[in-house]
């Protein structure tokens, strides 16, 4: 004769199935026989991190109100974690996100097959990140089963987009004059020396950079065409 029998989840996770019968009739009963079938137990984590919303740090006069992201603001990522084996993963899910700092942080004790679990996570963005247009964020989650055959580990990258803000400062002061006619104060005729400093203080390098001032004649000049963030340089003349 012949029967059929369903696998469950349970004979997954055991990696076995363990049938035993035997036979019955006329008052006499048969000897056992058991047979024993493997399963091909097949752990594995998909790990899917993406970016949900952010706050904006008001550092950029609101114009983050059109959606634009910039240093200071403070973005929130979402990390779903996802069993896509064919067996229950018995030992903690850990989950790990070297950017934002979080190691280790537990998203389930255990997790079936197709279920999941979530963290979330928040990164302020720096002027780096600025610079760079985007920041990439990189989260691991693991789970370490007794007999070794339940880790896995799935990379997942997410890029939120950055705004750069391009500032340009100028500073020009008197530094000095010629008193021609001795009088202790500028009148005609004297010669006025100036001294123009240029800073970026804005998120980026600056490049095609011009100076020009139409009332004096320049006489020392240390700026170039570039000008990376923080820089100074200055313009001398009379």
């Known amino acids: 004769c012949t029967a059929s ?16 019968a035997k036979a019955s009739g006329g008052g006499i009963t048969s000897n056992e026989d058991t047979h024993i079938t493997s399963t091909q137990k097949l752990p594995s984590l998909v790990v899917k991190k993406s970016f949900t919303k952010f706050d904006d740090a008001a550092t950029d006069k609101g114009t983050d109100s059109a959606g634009v ?14 069993n896509s084996g064919n067996v ?19 998203c389930a004790a255990s997790l079936a097959p197709q279920a999941s679990c979530t963290v979330t ?9 600025a610079t760079n247009g985007s920041v990439t964020n990189t989260a691991v989650a693991t ?3 007794s007999k070794g055959e339940g880790s896995a580990t799935v990379f997942i990258q997410q890029q939120a987009p950055v705004d750069k803000i ?20 500028v009148t005609l005729h004297d010669k ?11 998120e980026i390098d600056l490049t095609q950079l011009v100076i020009s001032d139409p009332v004096i004649t320049i006489t020392s000049n240390t700026c170039s065409s570039t000008l990376p963030i ?9």
């Open 69 to 82: 992201i910039t240093a200071g603001d403070t973005v929130h990522y979402s990390i779903v974690v996802t």
């Open 192 to 202: 006025i020396y100036y001294a123009i400093v240029i800073t970026n203080t804005g």
């Open 143 to 145: 789970s370490g089963e």
């Open 166 to 185: 391009a500032h340009i400062t100028l500073t020009k002061s008197v530094t000095g004059y010629d008193d021609l006619d001795k009088s202790e104060s």
């Open 5 to 20: 029998y369903t696998i469950t989840q349970a004979d997954m996770d055991k990696g076995q199935i363990s049938n035993t």
């Open 230 to 238: 923080s820089a100074s340089c200055m313009v001398k003349g009379f």
């Open 121 to 129: 996570v928040t990164y302020v963005i720096t002027k780096t990140d």
């Open 88 to 106: 229950t993963l018995t030992d903690p899910i850990l989950v790990s996100d070297p950017l934002t700092g979080l190691k280790d942080k537990q």
